[in-house]
C-alpha cells in the first residue's frame, strides 16, 4: 500500500499526515485522534505503527467485599450492563457477608517440549535424576527473582507420544506477570537439554493454562435476599441451582454462562494493566479440564442459603507489564488497594462470580432484557446521535415507544429536536 512502506519509522505526526494524505481520514477524524491520543507519548513506546489510543470506558463495581476488605473495583469494559450488573450480584452477596476466597498456589508453568525422541522412558528417568541441575540451570539464568524469594521450584515430564515430551517448568514468579521471566528461564533449560542429552527442543514457551495458579472464590446469599415481587426467594435460589446444572451439561449454555463470568473477570483484568488474553485462554482451557467444556461457577441451594463458587486460574501480576508504564493503570492500583497479586487475584474472580451470579438472577427471573434496557436505550442514544441534554428525554421516550430501533430513535431525535415531543 503506497505511502505505509516502513510506517514504523516514521513519527507519529508523519503516520497521521499519511492517513490524511492518502483519503483514509479526513480532517475531524485526524483532530479526534489527536484528541485522545496523548501526544503518542505512551503508545508510541509500547506498540509499533502507533496511531492513538482506543478508548474503552472505566466504571466502578461496588459492594464488592472479599475476606471482610470492602474493595472499589475499576472496571473496563464497553458493554452498558457489565459494572451495574457486577456491583448487583455483589450487593447481594454482601447481604451474606460477602465472598469468602482463597489462592491455593501461584506458580507460573512453562514447557520445553523435545521431539524426535527414541527412547521416551530413558530420557524421562535421565531428566528425572537430573532435576535439581535444570532447576539451578533456570535460577541461574534469571538471578534477581531468587534473591526476591522466587525461582524455579520444581519440574515434571508429560509424555506426549513416544517421539515428544514436554518438560514442564514450575516458578515462583513473585509480583510480576512473569512471562518473559518464564521465557528466559526455559530457554536457558532447553539449552542445556540439548547440550546435555543432545535433544531437539521443539520450542520453550510458557503455558497459559496456569493450572498452579488456582483461584477460588464462594459466596454464600440467605434466600430471603433473593425475593422478587412474584417470586420466592427460594424459587429463584431453586432456579439459579437449576441454571448452573444446565451450564454443567449443556456446552452451548456453558459458553455463554462462561461468557457472563469474564465479562466481569476480563473488565477487572484489564483495568489492572494484566494480560486479559492469556486470563481468556487459561479459564477456557480450564472449563474444559475434564473432557468436556462446562460451567466455570457452581450454584447450589442449601439450608436456607444459596452457595456458589467459581475456581479459576488467574497468573495475573501486581507489577511489570503495562503496569508500571500506563499512567491509569497506575491509579487504578491505587483504587484497588490489593497488597500483593494474591489479592487481586481474588478480587478478579469475585467479580467473575459475582457478575455471573447477576447474570443468572436476571435470567431466571426477568429475563435479561428488562433489568438492562435503560443501559441499552442509552447506548442506543448515543449511538443516533443523541447529545448529552438530549440522552435522558430520548431514553424516555424510547422507553415508552414500541419500536426501540435505530431508525425509531433517530425519528424520535429529530421530533425531539423539532419540539414536536
Ligand atoms: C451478556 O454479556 C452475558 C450473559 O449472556 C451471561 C449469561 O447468560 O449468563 C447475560
Redesign the pocket.
Known amino acids: 500500500m503506497r505511502g505505509f512502506g516502513k510506517y514504523y519509522r516514521k513519527t507519529w505526526e508523519e503516520r497521521l499526515a499519511i492517513l490524511r494524505d492518502t483519503f483514509y481520514l479526513d480532517d475531524n477524524d485526524i483532530a479526534e485522534i489527536e484528541h485522545v491520543s496523548g501526544n503518542g507519548e505512551i503508545g508510541d513506546t509500547m506498540v509499533e505503527n502507533f496511531i492513538t489510543q482506543f478508548e474503552i470506558p472505566e466504571g466502578l463495581g461496588l459492594n464488592y467485599v472479599v475476606n471482610g476488605k470492602e474493595y472499589l473495583v475499576p472496571m473496563v469494559t464497553e ?1 452498558p450492563s ?1 459494572i451495574a450488573a457486577a456491583s448487583n450480584g455483589a450487593r447481594l452477596v454482601k447481604a451474606g457477608g460477602g465472598f469468602n476466597a482463597e489462592v491455593k498456589s501461584r506458580l507460573m508453568l512453562g514447557q520445553i517440549v523435545i521431539e524426535n525422541i527414541t527412547d521416551v522412558d530413558e530420557l524421562v528417568r535421565k531428566i528425572k535424576a537430573d532435576q535439581e541441575h535444570l532447576l539451578k540451570v533456570a535460577n541461574d539464568a534469571h538471578p534477581s527473582i531468587v534473591r526476591r524469594g522466587g525461582g524455579a521450584r520444581w519440574l515434571r515430564t508429560r509424555i506426549l507420544a513416544n517421539d515428544l515430551l514436554s518438560v514442564d517448568l514450575a516458578v515462583d514468579v513473585q509480583e510480576a506477570m512473569g512471562a518473559n521471566m518464564l521465557n528466559t528461564m526455559l530457554e536457558a533449560v532447553a539449552n542445556e537439554i540439548q547440550c546435555t542429552y543432545h535433544q531437539d527442543v521443539l520450542m520453550s514457551i510458557m503455558s497459559n493454562y496456569a493450572t498452579e495458579s488456582l483461584v477460588t472464590t464462594k459466596a454464600r446469599i440467605p434466600v430471603s435476599e433473593l425475593a422478587k415481587e412474584n417470586i420466592s426467594g427460594e424459587e429463584v435460589a431453586l432456579k439459579i441451582q437449576q441454571a448452573s446444572r444446565l451450564a454443567q451439561l449443556d456446552p452451548y449454555r456453558a459458553t ?2 462462561n ?2 463470568i469474564m ?1 466481569g473477570v476480563d473488565a477487572v483484568t484489564i483495568a489492572s494493566g494484566n494480560d486479559w488474553r492469556a486470563i481468556e485462554a487459561g479459564s477456557h482451557a480450564y472449563a474444559a479440564r475434564d473432557g468436556q467444556y462446562k460451567g466455570l461457577s457452581q450454584w447450589y441451594f442449601e439450608d436456607g442459603i444459596l452457595i456458589g463458587e467459581l475456581t479459576l486460574p488467574l497468573p495475573v501480576g501486581s507489577v511489570g507489564g503495562s503496569i508500571k508504564i500506563v499512567p491509569l493503570v497506575k491509579i487504578n492500583h491505587k483504587l484497588f488497594k490489593a497488597k500483593d497479586a494474591k489479592e487481586l487475584s481474588m478480587i478478579i474472580a469475585s467479580v467473575g462470580l459475582g457478575q ?1 451470579l447477576a ?2 438472577y436476571a ?1 431466571v427471573t426477568d429475563g ?1 432484557q428488562r433489568g438492562h434496557m435503560r443501559l441499552q436505550l442509552k447506548s442506543l442514544a448515543v449511538s443516533v446521535g443523541a447529545k448529552q441534554d438530549e440522552i435522558s428525554k430520548l431514553v424516555n421516550l424510547l422507553e415508552k415507544n414500541k419500536k426501540r430501533d435505530s431508525a425509531s430513535a433517530r425519528e424520535l431525535l429529530e421530533k425531539l429536536r423539532r419540539e414536536e415531543l
Open positions: 458493554e457489565v455463554t454462562n461468557k457472563g465479562n455471573n447474570a443468572l435470567l435479561i
